[in-house]
T-cell receptor, first 117, second 113 residues
């Protein structure tokens, strides 16, 4: 089973709202990722968590706040977003971070399509 | 610097045609990994294949085949006898040992009935 589940599938929010995106995996993976994908563009890495610790923050604005409460869950808290933040937000997981071999295959969820009005 | 180039932005074929998606990469690393992912309209990126830099063996999986050539820094993907369900955006990606994946721009494949 290579399933990564993301909720909600769609989200519309105003610029003053606070919302959260949720990602869950039960594959025993210890690395989890957030990507942002604008229309007709490839995914861009935002954050990497390894063993529930933030390993990579790709200079993402503070209005995006990731959280990894346990090894199976990854949240992305959103606050005071801008219309240009509208995108597909993808979560992924892999067995480990920073190692090669089969452990670095990332499995993706279906994403949350976010619209900021 | 790492870079992945997918020069074909969009390809349109008729069902049952064969189609090849090109991927050219640049890296100074001796150990690296190449991937292909499929993204259907639903949005999920579906993992198709991973190749490491020491394994140049070509691979076939059903109607899918991959041709990895280090001499030309290419990792091309061929779909034989294409079907409508193959319509999607296909991404080639490159990563080093640290898992940070660099995606190409993607190729949108449309298979018409």
């Amino acid at each position: 089973d290579t399933e990564v589940t993301q909720t909600p599938k769609h989200l519309v929010m105003g610029m003053t709202n606070k919302k959260s995106l949720k990602c869950e995996q039960h594959m025993g993976h210890r690395a989890m990722y957030w990507y942002k994908q604008k229309a007709k563009k490839p995914p861009e890495l935002m954050f990497v968590y390894s063993y529930e610790k933030l390993s990579i923050n790709e200079s993402v604005p503070s209005r995006f706040s990731p959280e990894c409460p346990n090894s199976s869950l990854l949240n992305l808290h959103l606050h005071a977003l801008q219309p240009e933040d509208s995108a597909l937000y993808l979560c992924a997981s892999s067995q480990e971070y920073g190692l090669g071999g089969s452990m670095n295959i990332q499995y993706f969820g279906a994403g949350t399509r976010l619209s900021v009005l | 610097a790492q870079k992945v180039t997918q020069a074909q932005t969009e390809i349109s074929v008729v069902e049952k045609e064969d189609v090849t998606l090109d991927c050219v990469y640049e890296t100074r690393d001796t150990t690296y990994y190449l991937f292909w992912y499929k993204q259907p309209p639903s949005g999920e990126l579906v993992f198709l294949i991973r190749r490491n830099s020491f394994d140049e063996q070509n691979e076939i999986s059903g109607r899918y085949s991959w041709n990895f050539q280090k001499s030309t820094s290419s990792f091309n993907f061929t779909i034989t006898a294409s079907q409508v369900v193959d319509s999607a955006v296909y991404f080639c990606a490159l990563s080093r040992n640290n898992n940070d994946m660099r995606f190409g721009a993607g190729t949108r494949l449309t298979v018409k009935p």
